[in-house]
């Protein structure tokens, strides 16, 4: 009876539970039955409303096996039906059935077995990779999201099982975005909430993996895919950044910054830099300009970093900027120069701190090597950005490095002080003009070398340091170089053989002979004087033979050769008779550079004759003065000066470089000579000649002033003598008075500033009627003149005054008529 009564039941239950039921065998190892299995399928498709029962039902077969942890088989063959109606099943009624399998997968998720954990993230992957047909509007993937990444990070004590549930984590992390992505109506994937979970998941799988085993970050040389986390984060990574689109690039690349922060990950910075290679590897290449402009405000984040994270940072974004030569950099290129040197300015500041007299007493202990180190990294960096823009943008970077330049000890800026941070930062200005300079390319010397920016680099060159004015002929050799020839020119020699040299000449073109009329001499002004300073070594003279082998192999056709000539005469009249007595050995050099330089352009411009006034010299010198040959000179560069004669000696003309020789060497090939006649004079520039104007107009100012103060009556007294200290009594006088002046400047600024607005106009209503009253009282005197004696009659007699209009002129006043 009872077993009928059970009978009786089991007809009684619903078509769709019976099929359900019948998938199950009664030993789970036996697996699924697929024959029950296919009809279950055929009833769920020929009858797609009970496709949400069906889901519902197998949802609570699934809890109940997964409470009794005795019965994980039947939960394994459960997961097996879902996925294999899922993948026959596209109705309209499909969402129903997919809120009831995500609660199956988000209870697996639950479970604390880890392959329970496993076995919802594969079966929540095939999900992902379903295109639905209807879309879904309420379903959301928070759970999933703070699940996949929580699986990520998981720890346990045996290595495989570790593994596999980072891998499924991963793997469930790729699902969500392959899913959501590309879904309009899930959009919010790309909040911040999501990526701070998603994105260090991801990297911490990448951190952990070993440097034999990272694989490069180019895209181009992928190895074989292997199933282990770091391998599977990275394409999980590069899958979401290739996804990404203009306004969701920032909340990608924010979290990774994040973490580099939180692990200190800046310091050693191999990771770091992988990251930013597989992030603009991965982006599209319209983009690059927004990963730079983060990680420069990135950088100015850390500004009061210690050195090293702040060189991480700034080592990052050199391996950015090399990647985005090829895409874009985005409108704002003076600001990223601008940041860089900003944060190289600050950087003197701080390596001055460091190296204080009590280092320890400061706020930072910052390290002056790491400030160094940091230093070389950010001029690293402003050549590496230079080298990706075009030439007129680089043209305008060195405009732009040169307007930072402070000029202390100049007539331009005579408050700034000299040494300390500003000699620091002098070196470093210069040093990242010169590799901004060298990669710079253009096809006439009037773009390399404007006007402007020619100015503002040889304007306080001269009062720079040695090590400054050796950077400042770099940089003009860099420019000047247009052929590859200042490699050649580097090493002085005399009589060099030019076959062996391969330098490269070409004609010169119109552009460059109007641009050396209009600033040669301003470069052998530079030139000239620059070879005159006492703290010049080998150094400084091996770059002056060049910049002057540079222009004679430009110019050597030219009245700019002649030029040259006339100030290596200069030099050699400089070293035997200057007004400034130099050392020995800047003398002795002074003499071998200028023989090298006839030497070398006597081989350039093909003159017999020139070449053989100077193998005379040689031999002579060898024979009677061997130290006054650059080959011997120049070959240790710390020969004691007292271990070479005196150059103040007199010297027999068979050791020197003679003008008659030249002239008449050059005059034989053409040449105009006449030039060579006319001793070197240095060009004054604007400013030496406003000096000089405002010398000569302060003498005469207090000349007259003295004048004026002598007495007008009676016995004239003798005139005051003009000395040393009448002088400096008036300077400093002057001086006085343009404090008075700027001091009154200011408190009138001041005052329109801070002053409230009905006090300044009652002030200006005040002036402007006590204006108004004099012009009116002008206008009186001008309109109604006072009655003169015969125009008018005393108001005595009550007669009014006659206007000068009305008056009758005699006769003799009368206008004259002329008879023809």
């Given at each position: 009876?009872?077993?009928?009564?059970?009978?009786?039941?089991?007809?009684?239950?619903?078509?769709?539970?019976?099929?359900?039921?019948?998938?199950?065998?009664?030993?789970?190892?036996?697996?699924?039955?697929?024959?029950?299995?296919?009809?279950?399928?055929?009833?769920?498709?020929?009858?797609?409303?009970?496709?949400?029962?069906?889901?519902?039902?197998?949802?609570?077969?699934?809890?109940?096996?997964?409470?009794r942890h005795t019965r994980h088989g039947f939960v394994f063959i459960a997961m097996d039906a879902l996925d294999r109606l899922l993948?026959?099943?596209?109705?309209?009624?499909?969402?129903?059935?997919?809120?009831?399998?995500?609660?199956?997968?988000?209870?697996?998720?639950?479970?604390?077995?880890?392959?329970?954990?496993?076995?919802?993230?594969?079966?929540?992957?095939?999900?992902?990779?379903?295109?639905?047909?209807?879309?879904?509007?309420?379903?959301?993937?928070?759970?999933?999201?703070?699940?996949?990444?929580?699986?990520?990070?998981?720890?346990?004590?045996?290595?495989?099982?570790?593994?596999?549930?980072?891998?499924?984590?991963?793997?469930?992390?790729?699902?969500?975005?392959?899913?959501?992505?590309?879904?309009?109506?899930?959009?919010?994937?790309?909040?911040?909430?999501?990526?701070?979970?998603?994105?260090?998941?991801?990297?911490?799988?990448?951190?952990?993996?070993?440097?034999?085993?990272?694989?490069?970050?180019?895209?181009?040389?992928?190895?074989?895919?292997?199933?282990?986390?770091?391998?599977?984060?990275?394409?999980?990574?590069?899958?979401?950044?290739?996804?990404?689109?203009?306004?969701?690039?920032?909340?990608?690349?924010?979290?990774?910054?994040?973490?580099?922060?939180?692990?200190?990950?800046?310091?050693?910075?191999?990771?770091?830099?992988?990251?930013?290679?597989?992030?603009?590897?991965?982006?599209?290449?319209?983009?690059?300009?927004?990963?730079?402009?983060?990680?420069?405000?990135?950088?100015?984040?850390?500004?009061?970093?210690?050195?090293?994270?702040?060189?991480?940072?700034?080592?990052?974004?050199?391996?950015?900027?090399?990647?985005?030569?090829?895409?874009?950099?985005?409108?704002?290129?003076?600001?990223?120069?601008?940041?860089?040197?900003?944060?190289?300015?600050?950087?003197?500041?701080?390596?001055?701190?460091?190296?204080?007299?009590?280092?320890?007493?400061?706020?930072?202990?910052?390290?002056?090597?790491?400030?160094?180190?940091?230093?070389?990294?950010?001029?690293?960096?402003?050549?590496?950005?230079?080298?990706?823009?075009?030439?007129?943008?680089?043209?305008?970077?060195?405009?732009?490095?040169?307007?930072?330049?402070?000029?202390?000890?100049?007539?331009?800026?005579?408050?700034?002080?000299?040494?300390?941070?500003?000699?620091?930062?002098?070196?470093?200005?210069?040093?990242?003009?010169?590799?901004?300079?060298?990669?710079?390319?253009?096809?006439?010397?009037?773009?390399?070398?404007?006007?402007?920016?020619?100015?503002?680099?040889?304007?306080?060159?001269?009062?720079?340091?040695?090590?400054?004015?050796?950077?400042?002929?770099?940089?003009?050799?860099?420019?000047?170089?247009?052929?590859?020839?200042?490699?050649?020119?580097?090493?002085?020699?005399?009589?060099?053989?030019?076959?062996?040299?391969?330098?490269?000449?070409?004609?010169?073109?119109?552009?460059?002979?109007?641009?050396?009329?209009?600033?040669?001499?301003?470069?052998?002004?530079?030139?000239?004087?620059?070879?005159?300073?006492?703290?010049?070594?080998?150094?400084?003279?091996?770059?002056?033979?060049?910049?002057?082998?540079?222009?004679?192999?430009?110019?050597?056709?030219?009245?700019?050769?002649?030029?040259?000539?006339?100030?290596?005469?200069?030099?050699?009249?400089?070293?035997?008779?200057?007004?400034?007595?130099?050392?020995?050995?800047?003398?002795?050099?002074?003499?071998?550079?200028?023989?090298?330089?006839?030497?070398?352009?006597?081989?350039?411009?093909?003159?017999?004759?020139?070449?053989?006034?100077?193998?005379?010299?040689?031999?002579?010198?060898?024979?009677?003065?061997?130290?006054?040959?650059?080959?011997?000179?120049?070959?240790?560069?710390?020969?004691?000066?007292?271990?070479?004669?005196?150059?103040?000696?007199?010297?027999?003309?068979?050791?020197?470089?003679?003008?008659?020789?030249?002239?008449?060497?050059?005059?034989?090939?053409?040449?105009?000579?006449?030039?060579?006649?006319?001793?070197?004079?240095?060009?004054?520039?604007?400013?030496?000649?406003?000096?000089?104007?405002?010398?000569?107009?302060?003498?005469?100012?207090?000349?007259?002033?003295?004048?004026?103060?002598?007495?007008?009556?009676?016995?004239?007294?003798?005139?005051?003598?003009?000395?040393?200290?009448?002088?400096?009594?008036?300077?400093?006088?002057?001086?006085?008075?343009?404090?008075?002046?700027?001091?009154?400047?200011?408190?009138?600024?001041?005052?329109?500033?801070?002053?409230?607005?009905?006090?300044?106009?009652?002030?200006?209503?005040?002036?402007?009627?006590?204006?108004?009253?004099?012009?009116?009282?002008?206008?009186?005197?001008?309109?109604?003149?006072?009655?003169?004696?015969?125009?008018?009659?005393?108001?005595?007699?009550?007669?009014?005054?006659?206007?000068?209009?009305?008056?009758?002129?005699?006769?003799?006043?009368?206008?004259a008529v002329v008879r023809l």
């Open positions: 009876m009872t077993s009928g009564c059970c009978c009786c039941c089991v007809a009684l239950r619903p078509r769709y539970k019976q099929l359900v039921d019948n998938i199950f065998p009664e030993c789970p190892a036996d697996g699924l039955i697929k024959a029950n299995m296919e009809k279950l399928t055929f009833y769920a498709l020929s009858a797609p409303e009970k496709l949400d029962r069906i889901g519902a039902y197998l949802a609570a077969r699934l809890s109940y096996d997964v409470a993948l026959a099943c596209h109705s309209q009624s499909i969402n129903l059935f997919v809120e009831s399998f995500l609660r199956m997968v988000a209870k697996l998720l639950e479970c604390s077995e880890p392959q329970l954990q496993v076995l919802g993230t594969n079966s929540f992957v095939k999900f992902a990779n379903i295109e639905e047909d209807t879309p879904s509007y309420h379903r959301s993937y928070d759970f999933f999201v703070c699940k996949f990444s929580s699986m990520s990070h998981q720890v346990y004590d045996d290595p495989e099982t570790c593994n596999s549930v980072r891998i499924a984590g991963i793997k469930g992390l790729q699902g969500i975005l392959r899913k959501t992505v590309q879904d309009e109506l899930q959009g919010n994937i790309w909040e911040v909430q999501y990526m701070d979970k998603i994105v260090p998941s991801l990297l911490f799988n990448m951190q952990q993996a070993d440097e034999a085993e990272s694989r490069s970050p180019s895209p181009l040389q992928l190895p074989e895919r292997a199933e282990n986390p770091a391998c599977l984060a990275e394409n999980c990574l590069r899958e979401l950044l290739s996804r990404s689109a203009y306004g969701t690039i920032h909340s990608v690349v924010q979290p990774i910054l994040t973490h580099l922060d939180n692990h200190k990950l800046w310091v050693s910075n191999t990771f770091a830099v992988r990251c930013f290679k597989i992030v603009m590897y991965s982006i599209p290449p319209q983009h690059y300009h927004l990963v730079i402009q983060q990680l420069l405000s990135h950088l100015d984040l850390h500004g009061r970093e210690v050195a090293t994270v702040r060189a991480g940072v700034v080592q990052a974004f050199t391996e950015a900027v090399i990647i985005a030569a090829s895409g874009s950099i985005g409108p704002t290129v003076l600001e990223v120069f601008n940041t860089l040197l900003r944060h190289l300015r600050l950087s003197v500041d701080y390596q001055l701190q460091s190296s204080g007299p009590d280092p320890r007493s400061s706020l930072n202990a910052y390290s002056v090597q790491e400030e160094q180190m940091f230093q070389e990294s950010l001029v690293t960096t402003i050549g590496s950005f230079a080298d990706i823009l075009p030439d007129y943008q680089r043209s305008e970077i060195m405009h732009f490095i040169m307007s930072k330049m402070p000029l202390p000890g100049s007539r331009l800026m005579p408050d700034v002080p000299r040494g300390g941070s500003t000699e620091l930062t002098q070196t470093l200005l210069l040093r990242s003009l010169l590799r901004v300079a060298s990669g710079y390319h253009c096809g006439h010397l009037a773009g390399a070398l404007s006007g402007s920016f020619l100015d503002a680099l040889l304007s306080g060159a001269l009062a720079f340091e040695p090590q400054h004015r050796l950077l400042v002929m770099k940089i003009i050799q860099v420019l000047l170089d247009r052929h590859g020839n200042r490699e050649s020119l580097e090493n002085i020699s005399v009589l060099p053989d030019v076959a062996t040299l391969n330098l490269r000449k070409e004609k010169c073109s119109r552009q460059d002979l109007i641009f050396m009329k209009k600033y040669g001499q301003q470069l052998l002004r530079y030139v000239y004087l620059s070879s005159q300073c006492e703290e010049n070594g080998s150094d400084m003279f091996r770059a002056l033979y060049c910049t002057m082998g540079l222009l004679g192999l430009d110019f050597a056709g030219e009245d700019i050769a002649l030029d040259l000539f006339r100030v290596a005469f200069a030099m050699q009249d400089v070293a035997l008779e200057g007004e400034e007595p130099l050392s020995v050995f800047s003398c002795s050099a002074l003499l071998a550079l200028t023989l090298a330089f006839a030497g070398l352009l006597g081989r350039i411009t093909a003159v017999p004759a020139l070449s053989q006034h100077v193998a005379q010299i040689v031999e002579a010198r060898q024979i009677q003065a061997p130290h006054l040959l650059p080959e011997n000179l120049f070959k240790d560069p710390q020969l004691p000066p007292y271990s070479m004669p005196n150059i103040q000696q007199h010297l027999d003309n068979s050791l020197l470089l003679l003008n008659s020789k030249v002239s008449e060497a050059l005059g034989g090939c053409g040449y105009a000579i006449e030039r060579l006649s006319t001793p070197y004079q240095p060009q004054l520039t604007d400013e030496d000649c406003l000096s000089k104007r405002r010398s000569t107009i302060e003498t005469i100012s207090i000349q007259v002033e003295m004048e004026s103060h002598s007495p007008e009556h009676g016995q004239k007294t003798p005139a005051e003598q003009i000395t040393f200290e009448t002088l400096k009594k008036a300077i400093v006088d002057s001086t006085s008075r343009d404090e008075q002046e700027k001091e009154h400047r200011r408190q009138v600024l001041e005052h329109f500033r801070k002053a409230p607005f009905e006090d300044i106009a009652s002030q200006c209503e005040a002036r402007a009627n006590l204006l108004q009253n004099k012009l009116n009282q002008i206008f009186d005197m001008t309109i109604r003149p006072p009655p003169s004696p015969s125009g008018s009659v005393g108001t005595s007699n009550g007669q009014r005054s006659i206007p000068v209009y009305e008056m009758n002129l005699p006769d003799l006043c009368q206008p």
